[in-house]
């Protein structure tokens, strides 16, 4: 292989998935803007860099913790565009209903809140969910008999 930097970027991504964003900055350090555009088109071309699947591996690796807010949040810190981001989680807010999320995050781990509203509250909203959706998730928490709680 005759480009280092192009060998250098096959290597990255052949450890772990990157975003543009994210090897752009990699790359940043061993070569000029020009080179790294240059290898960053030719990755893409062959096919290893692709924002819009990394964005839908990310989701699905932590949509089961965080809510819709967070991994918006986190794909945006980790430099897609917000075009990918809003078209990946379209493609996946009608298999998700965030209250039977929330709901699940309370039932998994109670002793994160302890029965306490406010906690329970702070610990949803922490993971990425709307206000209406953690309270309605503890509405129906509260409500469910559990001999446990």
């Not at 900055?25 to 096919?47: F, M, N, Q, S």
């Not at 430099?79 to 965030?98: H, K, M, N, R, W």
């Amino acid at each position: 292989m005759g480009d280092p930097l192009l060998h250098h970027a096959l290597r990255l991504l052949a450890a772990r998935a990157y975003t543009e964003a994210g090897l752009r900055r990699k790359l940043a350090h061993r070569g000029l803007p020009e080179e790294v555009e240059a290898t960053i088109r030719r990755v893409k071309e062959l096919g290893y860099l692709d924002d819009r699947s990394y964005a839908e591996g990310y989701i699905r690796l932590n949509q089961g913790r965080w809510g819709v807010g967070k991994l918006r949040q986190a794909l945006r810190a980790k430099g897609v565009s917000v075009e990918v981001i809003e078209g990946v989680l379209a493609d996946l807010e009608p298999q998700t209903d965030p209250v039977a999320e929330a709901l699940e995050l309370l039932e998994r781990y109670p002793s994160r809140y302890r029965g306490e509203k406010a906690k329970a509250m702070r610990f949803l909203l922490n993971r990425g969910f709307p206000l209406s959706a953690a309270l309605a998730a503890w509405e129906r928490y509260s409500r469910t008999p559990n001999p446990e709680r």
